[in-house]
């Protein structure tokens, strides 16, 4: 017992009508997102009904946050998207295993922390260009097949179309402006669907996409050669879609904590993210990873256990093993509203009221970030293109800070305050402050407070006592902290600066 109850991180009391309520509820939001998510990815459906049952389960059992869900998202899929589409989906099953083992690793390694390292201009590009990619995705589902070409709607299809979409998103808004005692975009779906069945619509369902009835997902190698070709063809799209899983789940859990007021574990959930991705690898599942809007409903229906989750997937699995007749008659009207709501609710607005009090270049960067998203597709290159972006302007900013107090004291020594880290990027502007021919014979260069960051630092240290040296003039480096003393003292074999002891005075920390 006291295993289960490990498992399921109970503490205290649990609400079993919360936890029961909340997984029904967060598996019915789930349903329509994973099938429009798989069909956007030109997949059958149910690869992402297994998607959803099989990431939702696993990382429900092993992950590092209670009160999380993870499914078949769209962040990850889109990455996936042109291989499906150039070499098949067999191809797209081995990169989700493929991921999965990469997001063990940064697990294993404890680089899960790594996420805080990006800038918020960057996620507010990368939410504002996955919203359009969403959005956009959903206009094609106005094209129909006519021997094999694709071409828009016309005609009263085209009307009926338009109007059950906006019916839906008209659903999805209202309602919880009245009660949110259920899911909107349930709602929403239920009334479509209750309108054409009862009125006998003639309009696109998901039975023409795909059949989504199923067995049990079996255990199914990818079928591709074992060969090095095969290893560069799916790594790019391995190593993009573990990143892009990586950060929406890493930032959804540091999302819950600030919610709950309580501490996950981001290895344990970078570890479980893999482990999750390989079963889906393995199980014909599209792959996946944290659900924002999914893990928001969970929390708000009272879900803060690990239960509420396993509950949901195994809701999925049973609309998969029976429920699949049902669900081939939902109307993709339905699911395009629900989807483009979707788009809506993960756009950040919220960037259009502070972009007067953003820095310009954090303006920038996010504009920019959100337009490779749209124009690529690649989520993860965004984000990199995005953090170093951000980091060149930080060492621009901070290398224009560095300054020098100079002043020779009674004994006719010269002294330079330095004010500001000595890094790369400062190391141009640190030498410009120096005059070894003009100069005295002694010289202090006093770290109080600076520090010396990296190699080019050393190196600039080391050039400027060449010059002092070759002047017949001695400098003398005071107050280096620790860290700073260590950094020096590695670099011995190839430098020599002359720091002064000072046992009077405590280092900076």
């Known amino acids: ?34 099938l429009s998510f798989a069909i956007l990815a030109g997949l059958s459906p149910l690869t992402g009904l297994y998607a ?7 990382t429900a059992v092993l992950g590092g946050r209670p009160g999380m869900v993870s499914g078949g998202a769209g962040a990850t899929v ?15 099953f081995a990169a989700v295993a493929l991921a999965g083992v990469l997001q063990i690793l940064v697990g294993a ?25 969403i959005f956009m995705a959903q206009v094609v589902q106005f094209k129909v097949k006519d021997q094999g070409v694709e071409t828009w709607m016309q005609g009263e299809a085209l009307y009926l179309m338009v109007g059950l979409t906006l019916l839906t998103i008209a659903i999805v808004y209202l309602l919880p402006k009245l009660t949110k005692a259920v899911p909107s975009s349930l709602v929403a779906i239920m009334v479509v669907f209750a309108l054409v069945y009862g009125f006998n619509i003639d309009t696109k369902q998901v039975k023409d996409i795909a059949s989504v009835s199923g067995a049990f997902p079996s255990f199914h190698l990818p079928s591709v050669p074992i060969s090095l070709e095969t290893l560069k063809i799916i790594f790019p799209y391995a190593l993009v879609m573990a990143g892009v899983g990586l950060i929406e789940s890493l930032l959804t859990l540091n999302m819950v904590d600030e919610m709950t ?26 792959g996946g990873c944290a659900m924002v809007a999914q893990t928001m409903v969970n929390i708000g229906a009272g879900g803060r256990t690990r239960l509420s989750a396993v509950i949901g997937a195994l809701t999925i699995l049973l609309v998969i093993l029976v429920g699949g007749p049902i669900i081939e008659q939902i109307p993709m009207a339905a699911l395009v509203g629900v989807m483009m709501m979707v788009a809506v609710g993960t756009f950040e607005w919220a960037s259009f009221k502070i972009i007067r009090r953003m820095p310009r270049p954090d303006i920038l960067i996010g504009i920019l970030v959100g337009l490779i998203i749209v124009v690529t597709h690649n989520l993860a290159l965004a984000v990199l293109v995005g953090v170093l972006l951000s980091a060149l302007v930080f060492a621009w900013e901070s290398a224009k800070r560095i300054r020098a107090r100079k002043y020779v004291d009674d004994q006719g020594v010269k002294h330079y305050e330095i004010f500001g880290p000595l890094f790369f990027g400062s ?27 990296d190699m080019s630092a050393i190196e600039a240290l080391n050039k400027l006592t060449k010059s002092y040296k070759k002047e017949g003039k001695t400098i003398h480096l005071k107050h280096l902290s620790s860290d700073c003393r260590e950094l020096l003292t590695n670099a011995e074999a190839v430098i020599h600066i002359n720091i002064m002891e000072d046992p009077t005075y405590s280092v900076m920390k």
């Open 1 to 34: 017992m006291e295993k289960v109850i490990n498992l399921f991180d109970f503490r205290g009391k649990i609400n079993f009508k919360n936890e029961l309520f909340a997984g029904l509820t967060v598996a019915m939001t789930m349903i329509p997102e994973s």
């Open 52 to 58: 959803a049952f099989l990431m939702g389960l696993v």
């Open 78 to 92: 889109v990455v996936l998207i042109a291989l499906a589409a150039s070499h098949g989906v067999e191809y797209l």
């Open 109 to 133: 390694f404890k680089l899960g922390k790594l996420v805080r390292l990006i800038p918020q201009p960057v996620m507010y590009g990368f939410l504002n260009g996955l919203a359009v990619i």
């Open 261 to 286: 007021a309580t501490k996950g574990n981001s290895n344990r959930e970078a570890m479980a993210q893999g482990a999750a991705n390989i079963t889906n690898g393995l199980f014909s599942g599209m």
């Open 427 to 453: 190391t141009t502007a640190f030498l410009e402050k120096f005059d070894p021919a003009q100069d005295p014979e002694q010289v202090v260069i006093d770290f109080t407070q600076s520090k010396v960051v």
